[in-house]
């Protein structure tokens, strides 16, 4: 079996899992999750990447951002230690109408770097696995794809109007292959409550 790279867009693979939790994060192992999707595509996982930037913090951080960025080092921590790169973008707060908003800024950028560099530090990758739905990557996807690197997407979108996982197009016609992640896929891989303190 030929092996295989997973990049990790961790802001939908999140926002996904909360969806398939119905308003609850459901708790699952990153790791066994990529290679499951490796496994699916008859390759055998090499390496995962995950992109992700911490919560934010004020100047003088409230109880509830120190809680949630005590949670995000352990997570990033585990992943790490079991030999995930990690790339961290930064959070970024505003103020539009009155509300907070949270955006993370330098995520995709990190991501694009890494699926440009495949050629020069993965030679022998053919085949790589990208979890998202981001459009943006569509130039980076048709440079890999000249330089013989196929991508196999896993995303997820739905038909209905106002739904929070819109179809791109774009993003659909440049891989080589597009699967809809299930909630199956989730299920398969979740820790119990021991090994998400670990």
Do not use: W
């Amino acid at each position: 079996m030929s092996e295989t790279l997973v990049f990790i867009d961790e802001a939908f693979l999140s926002k996904l899992s909360k969806y398939f939790g119905e308003g609850k994060y459901l708790k699952f192992d990153r790791i066994k999750f990529g290679e499951n999707l490796a496994k699916k595509e008859k390759l055998i996982c090499k390496q995962i990447f995950l992109y992700t930037s911490p919560p934010f913090q004020s100047p003088i951080p409230s109880k509830e951002e120190d809680r949630r960025k005590k949670g995000y080092d352990k997570f990033v921590n585990n992943l790490k230690k079991k030999k995930v790169i990690v790339r961290e973008g930064r959070c970024q707060r505003l103020k539009i109408n009155g509300k907070f908003e949270y955006n993370q800024k330098g995520v995709d950028v990190y991501l694009t770097m890494d699926l440009t560099s495949i050629p020069l530090k993965y030679p022998k990758v053919r085949r790589i696995i990208l979890i998202s739905s981001d459009s943006d990557f569509v130039p980076v996807i048709k440079n890999l794809k000249d330089q013989d690197v196929k991508t196999i997407l896993y995303t997820y979108y739905e038909k209905k109007r106002d739904s929070s996982f819109s179809r791109s197009n774009d993003l659909i016609k440049s891989v080589h292959k597009y699967v809809l992640l299930k909630k199956e896929d989730f299920l398969s891989v979740l820790l119990d409550n021991k090994e998400s303190e670990e």
